[in-house]
């Protein structure tokens, strides 16, 4: 059971190339998530699914763009990177527990830098 | 307001008590989260609290809830070198979302 596949863990960009960070989940969620994570800043929340089909806006949505392909599937594309977009990117989906809490699992993380 | 404040380093000789403590504004949170992070890798879930209950305990974990305040702490006892990495403190936002802390850095010391 792989959970939160994330890919590629490393990536070197320069100003303005575009890439798409991919990530699948085995678990069979409905929901996904794409987080970003700065020292000092906790993670932010990018851009989430909460279904196959819908996307929605998190806190820092600018200078990205996600496609839910499936419901396995949920991608992040920068199109033209820029240097404040280096970061550390996390993808996780989300299970309810029958207590009703919301269980985040996550992938491993993407490493980003744009020069 | 969605804003999770947690300080961001503490040191802690091994077999000490390790408390880390977090402040959340969203009076409406229906849960409580600690997850941990280790180096290189992603979060993972250690516990969570229902905002009606003030205490959960769970082996060497127990956490504190007092939703007067808006204060949220987790316990480690016995702390040791395995419990070295960033905790973060997070609350449910709505049915979907978590809003995260910035994470507490955590290194015991021998």
């Known amino acids: 059971n792989a959970g939160v596949t994330q890919t590629p863990k490393f990536q070197v960009l320069k100003t303005g190339q575009s890439m798409t960070l991919q990530c699948a989940q085995d678990?069979?969620?409905?929901?996904m998530y794409w987080y970003r994570q700065d020292p000092g800043m906790g993670l932010r929340l990018i851009y989430y699914?909460?279904?196959?089909?819908?996307?929605d806006k998190g806190e820092v949505p600018n200078g990205y763009n996600v496609s839910r392909l499936n419901k396995r599937e949920f991608s992040l594309r920068l199109e033209s990177a820029a240097p404040s977009q280096t970061s550390v990117y996390f993808c996780?989906?989300?299970?309810?527990?029958?207590?009703?809490?919301?269980?985040?699992?996550f992938g491993a993380g993407s490493r980003l830098t744009v020069l | 307001g969605e804003d999770v404040e947690q300080s961001l380093f503490l040191s802690v000789r091994e077999g000490d008590s390790s408390v880390i403590n977090c402040t959340y504004t969203?009076?409406?949170?229906?849960?409580l989260y600690w997850y941990k992070q280790e180096p290189g890798a992603g979060l993972q879930l250690l516990t969570y609290?229902?905002?009606?209950?003030d205490m959960k305990q769970d082996q060497r974990l127990t956490v504190l809830l007092n939703k007067k305040d808006k204060h949220l702490s987790l316990r480690i006892a016995d702390t040791q070198t395995g419990d070295s990495a960033i905790y973060f403190c997070?609350?449910?936002?709505?049915?979907?979302?978590?809003?995260f802390g910035a994470g507490t850095t955590v290194t015991v010391r021998a």
């Open positions: 996780a989906s989300k299970q309810q527990a029958a207590s009703g809490a919301n269980v985040l699992t």
């Open positions: 678990m069979n969620h409905n929901s």
């Open positions: 699914s909460a279904s196959e089909g819908t996307t």
């Open positions: 969203d009076s409406s949170s229906t849960y």
């Open positions: 609290i229902f905002s009606n209950m």
């Open positions: 997070a609350e449910s936002i709505g049915d979907y979302k978590l809003s």
